[in-house]
């Protein structure tokens, strides 16, 4: 099994920055791809970003593209997502999840394993 620890949560102003952390331990040489969900109050989980843990390559939603970065720490097994420029509408509790499989969409229903969630609220 793989657990995954989320870190980050805070209260910023809109246009400020927030920087959240992922840890994974246990079984974690299983795990192809780790990212981001998040879901708003009244609202479904929807997909933020990813990266493939071999190589790299990062994935984005519209909605977050150009504002936010994710990035991995491979020595520390560590998925970041760095946001900036935040807008109230970014506001939702976050989400960590890893795959141990990779495919050309990440969707909520494929993810193995998922974080408790860290709370990202943002004022206007």
């Known amino acids: 099994q793989v657990q995954l620890v989320e870190s980050g949560a805070g209260l910023v102003q809109a246009g400020g920055s927030l920087r959240l952390s992922c840890a994974a331990s246990g079984r974690t040489f299983s795990v192809a791809a780790m990212g981001w969900f998040r879901q708003a109050p009244g609202k479904e989980r929807e997909f933020v970003a990813r990266?493939?843990?071999?190589?790299?390559?990062?994935s984005y939603a519209d909605s977050v593209k150009g504002r936010f970065t994710i990035s991995r720490d491979s020595a520390k097994n560590t998925v970041y997502l760095q946001m900036n420029s935040l807008k109230p509408e970014d506001t939702a509790v976050y989400y960590c999840?890893?795959?141990?499989?990779?495919?050309?969409?990440?969707?909520?229903?494929?993810?193995?394993?998922w974080g408790k969630g860290t709370l990202v609220t943002v004022s206007s």
């Open positions: 990266i493939k843990w071999i190589g790299g390559t990062t």
């Open positions: 999840a890893a795959s141990r499989t990779y495919r050309s969409t990440w969707v909520a229903y494929d993810m193995d394993y």
